[in-house]
Structure formats: C-alpha cells, structure tokens
C-alpha cells in the first residue's frame, strides 16, 4: 500500500474542500481499502466522511423514497418503508454480500464501486478501466463472468452493484452536492458505459460527494422483486439478475420497470421488455414474448454466450414471479 494522508471531516463544508483539492471520499471502506490493498487504486489523499449527517431514510411529499448516502446497506435492507414501498431495493441489498460488508457498506459507496473483473484488479494484466490506452486483456481472455450488453472495444467488465440494478429500474435520481450547489442526475446517466474512457465510471464533477438516492413516487398498487442467479448461492456476484417492478389495475399492466444486472457494463434498463408488458393482461404467454426482448443488442464473447439465454429465462422467471401467474 503506498503512503497517503488522512482527514476526518465533521460537516459538508469540510468535505466539499477537501474534495476539490483532490481528496477521496471513503466512509465503510469496503471497496477502496482493497483496491488499495492490491495497489489498483493509490489515492494520495483520503477524506472520511463516515460523520456526515446523511444517513437518514425519508419518505418524501409524494411518496417517492429518499436513501442518504451514508445509510449503511443493512440498515436501508431492513428500514420498514423500504420493505413497504419498494421490496426490489431490499431483496437486491440483501443478495448484494455477507451480513459483515452490509453492515459496514453505504449505498453511496455501493453504487461507487468498481468492477471485479479479475483483469482489473490484476496489475500485470492490460486493463483500459485501470490504465487507459493498455488493451483489455478480457477480450481475449477467459470472459465467462464479462458483460455482454453495453461493452466496446475498450472494455467488457461488468458493474457488479444488485441495488443498481434496482435503482436503475425504478428511475431513481442521484443528489450531489459539489462546489458549485446541488443538482440531481438520473440514475441510468450516472453509470457510465465504458466508450473509449472505460476510466470514466461515473457522472462526477471534481469534488463532487453523493448525498443520497431518491427512488420517485410510482402508481400503487406495485409489486417488485429481484431475482438474483449466480454459480453458487452464497455470497458470490451475479452471472444475470432481473429487478422488476408491475403497477396492474383493473387486470392490467398500466407500468413497468425491468432492469438487468450481470450482463452490462452499467445496470442495464430494459426499455423493450416494459414496452411489450405495458397495456397487456398477466399471462405466461405474455411473460415469455417478453422476456424474448431482453438481450436485444447483445453482443457476446467467446466463454459467456450462455449469459443470452440465461438473461431471457431470468426475466422471464421474474416476471412470473412479480406477476403472479406461474
């Protein structure tokens, strides 16, 4: 690990300047200690804002639900308005990790983390995310985990956040407050797909700290849930996973929001799939027909062309699932 300061902040203020004069933000850790650790990240200057007040759950004038940023992941898992309002956020957190990280880990911190590509956390393998302009040593390398939607020729890794995906689905907005005010950027344009600058993972402006999430207020009734498949069920990162969320009155589907993980570069909203449900009655041939629709775009590599198939059957299961006709 290489040499760094250390500063501990007590108010926005503070942060915000440490920021600006290039200060990390770190609260849990969960993340960045290891990046550290294994010498993928070498921060010169860290700036721990674990004592901000921004970790508090409300539930705002519409209905709609606001996450701070420094709510842990356990805590917003087993919050009541959470569970009442939106199931799929909980469900996500609780597949994210083991009880340890959830307890430690903010969601702030969670929708920042970065990919687990073995690549890019190997600091002898060609990796554009970690030094651009070296290659991708996943295009030609074992791919089984990469992504098969959102990629370019600079980079195939996967975000690895189940929450996002449920952010991502219910079109939630991230708050930030930088040095030049507040301002609010939806979620789907805060995760940045990789492009040429796969380096280039959020939409931060220098200096900028994330305050919290805001999930909208959306139709009720909804049900929501989020299905998670991976090699192993214990703690382990998904292959494909579906966040789905129904609004059906009147024995029809009046909205949805579907969003896939473990095949995106970034969370991957599925605008296709909630076209085909929107307007129709619940059936299973309606769940199949569309599901169909979900790995349109796709573009596989040679050990995960598996993960098309397998993204149509998870989203299909899902929608079964949240639908209520199986």
């Given amino acids: 690990m290489h040499p760094f300061t250390y500063t501990r902040v007590s108010d926005t203020r503070e942060a915000l300047n440490a920021g600006r004069g290039g200060g990390r933000y770190i609260a849990g850790g969960t993340t960045l200690v290891d990046l550290m650790r294994e010498t993928v990240e070498r921060p010169e200057a860290l700036v721990d804002i674990s004592g901000l007040p921004l970790d508090e759950i409300t539930v705002t004038e519409r209905g709609g639900l606001r996450i701070g940023a420094l709510v842990t992941m356990s805590e917003a898992a087993a919050h009541r308005k959470v569970r009442t309002l939106f199931p799929v956020v909980s469900e996500a957190l609780e597949l994210s990790a083991s009880a340890q990280l959830r307890n430690m880990a903010t969601i702030g911190g969670n929708i920042m983390q970065r990919t687990r590509c073995t690549y ?23 791919n089984r985990t990469h992504a098969i939607l959102g990629t370019s020729d600079a980079c195939v890794a996967t975000h690895p956040s189940d929450v996002a995906v449920a952010f991502t689905a219910l079109e939630a907005q991230v708050r930030l407050l ?14 940045l797909r990789p492009g040429s600058t796969p380096n280039r993972e959020q939409a931060l402006r220098k200096g900028e ?25 214990s703690y382990e990162f998904a292959l ?10 009147g024995g029809v589907i009046r909205e949805a929001r579907v969003a896939a993980g473990g095949v995106g ?18 059936s299973d041939a309606l769940w199949t027909a569309a599901a169909v629709k979900a790995a349109e775009g796709a573009r596989p590599l040679q050990h995960n062309r598996f993960k098309v198939e397998l993204l149509k059957r998870t989203v299909e299961r899902q929608l079964r699932i949240v639908g209520g006709i199986k």
């Fill in 240 to 249: 494909t996973s579906a966040a789905v969320a129904l609004h059906v009155r």
């Fill in 265 to 282: 570069t970034v969370p991957w909203k599925l605008p296709a799939v909630e076209q085909r449900l929107v307007g129709e009655r619940p």
């Fill in 209 to 233: 700290l994330i305050t919290a999430v805001e999930i909208p207020a959306v139709p009720r009734p909804l049900k929501s849930g989020y299905l998670k498949v991976r090699d192993r069920q």
């Fill in 178 to 191: 930088g040095p030049d005010g507040e301002r609010q950027v939806p979620f789907a344009d805060f995760l």
């Fill in 120 to 142: 890019f956390r190997d600091v002898t393998a060609d990796c554009n995310k970690r030094e651009p302009g070296s290659g991708c040593a996943a295009l030609e390398g074992v």
